[in-house]
């Protein structure tokens, strides 16, 4: 057998190694490397910065377990910007595999930095409906999601005072994996009910929302565990996605390098055909 | 009248709520309000209907020993554990220490992130199988690719650190996102807009029907 046939049929569980190692390692034995802000995340940045200190914010948080690794990173950096700011956040969840892992999340980083339940923060939790609850939540949040998470009457925390629309909000904060999520709150909310949105979003919807930055409809965005990064060194954090992006970048360079293996066994088979 | 009475609902009711876009009146925001909660409603006895249905297809699945019938089993007792345990626990079942939760917490929540950690070994080796470079459409991908997949982690900076900043991988990743990528992107957005809204109006005008019994 041939090199080049030795190549093309070689047991793809040695790629799989290998990615498992690059990933492994580097959580093991971290890696400095530098993280440059792009102008999206810092916009994001500057979108908190400017809020009125105590203002109540409504942060959307429309993803699931599967998007653990790049969103639950900007959750909790995004509450902990808030409540160092002295902001309040209302958080609600349009992902039916989301809820539980949301309010874990919230409640985490609402101890942490010492914050009461429903004075501070609520959770509003789940509500079916995709963007029909996007239009309703502009008539009536409190009608629209008359129970929180673990089933206590929404009206009953002093954070839901003074609390009836998107009127109620200086900003928006989006966080989202996909459908429903940033794009519909931009469709459906962000020109009709006139509020500001800065979002989060995966890496691989991130370049849908590149138009949505340009046009002004959304004013910031944190794009994948590198946005989430970003950010934390903002926020002068070094949280998971700062400790993920070791392991990223050496999959990234990974995943490149294969591309060219592939390729380069491919010009290889095909100069040995034509000998 | 079978077909006439959805047809006239579905004029009616996408003609209302696209009059609540632009008209503030009391006559159309109400009914819109009004409709949209019916939606909200509706999707959650979709969830009904959904459960059942998964229930029905499964069991039949089950009984007549269909391939994969021990992953339905599986499947239903999944359904029904949840069902059961939500029902036990009450309007605050979603609540910190339930056993809803801590099921949520300690299967759900983590099988979910397994399978989508588990496509990080799948993209590398299809990286290495499939992604062929044989055109010169292919291989302008391939190169913007390659600059995208490592100017937008850090290992891009570190590599180019030495190099002006316009020239680091960081910045024309950036340019080829912001650019190319951007007017590719918001030329689809428009014409999949263009084509919501032409589908919109041929529902509301009655000439779209696929939607009533799978009808032309």
Known sequence: MSLVQRLETFDRRWIFLVVGLLVLLPLIWPVPLPITVSPRVQKFYDAIE????????????????????EL????????????????????TCLWNGGPGLVDQTVRE????????????????GYKAGYEAVMVLMGQSIPNTFPTDQSGGITTSYPIMRGIRNYSSFPILISISAGYPGTKEYVQQV???????????????????????????????????????????????ESGAATRGMVPQSFAHVFIALCILAGNAVQWLKRKEKRA | MKREIPLMATAVIGIFMILSFFVPHQLVSVPADFLQTSAVIVVAFGYVLG??????????????????????????AGLLT?????????????????????????????????????????????AFRAFRIRTLEAGLLAVAALIVMIGRVPIGDW?????????????????????????????????????????GLRVILGLERSYLSGED
Request: contains cysteine; glycine residues 10%; hydrophobic residues 45%.
């Open chain 1, 50 to 69: 400017a809020l009125p200190e105590g203002s109540t914010v409504l942060l959307a948080c429309d993803y699931d377990p599967g998007a653990k690794p």
């Open chain 1, 72 to 91: 639950v990173p900007m959750t909790r950096s995004v509450l902990r910007h808030l409540f160092a700011r002295h902001c309040k956040a209302i958080i």
């Open chain 1, 109 to 124: 980083v609402g101890r942490e930095q010492g914050k009461a339940y429903g004075v501070d923060y609520v959770d509003l």
């Open chain 1, 190 to 236: 962000e020109g009709r009910f006139h509020i500001k949105i800065i979002a989060g979003v995966t890496a691989v919807s991130a370049p849908e929302f590149y138009a949505y930055l340009q046009s002004g409809q959304l004013q910031g965005l944190l794009g994948g565990m590198a946005g989430a990064a970003e950010y934390e060194k903002l926020r002068g």
């Open chain 2, 51 to 76: 459960g059942a249905n998964a229930l029905r297809i499964n069991f039949d699945a089950i009984y007549k020993r269909r391939e994969g019938w021990p992953y339905k089993i599986v499947l239903v």
């Open chain 2, 82 to 126: 949840m069902v059961t345990v939500g029902a036990i626990e009450g309007r605050g079942f979603q609540g910190e220490h339930t056993r809803f939760t801590w099921i949520y917490n300690s299967v759900y929540s983590p099988m979910q992130s397994t399978m989508f950690a588990l496509l990080a070994f799948y993209i590398a080796s299809a």
């Open chain 2, 159 to 199: 590599l180019t650190h030495a190099l002006p900043y316009s020239y680091r991988l960081s910045s024309i990743q950036e340019w080829i996102m912001d650019n190319p990528q951007n007017s590719a992107k918001r030329a689809i957005l428009i014409g999949a807009a263009l084509g919501v809204m032409a589908t």
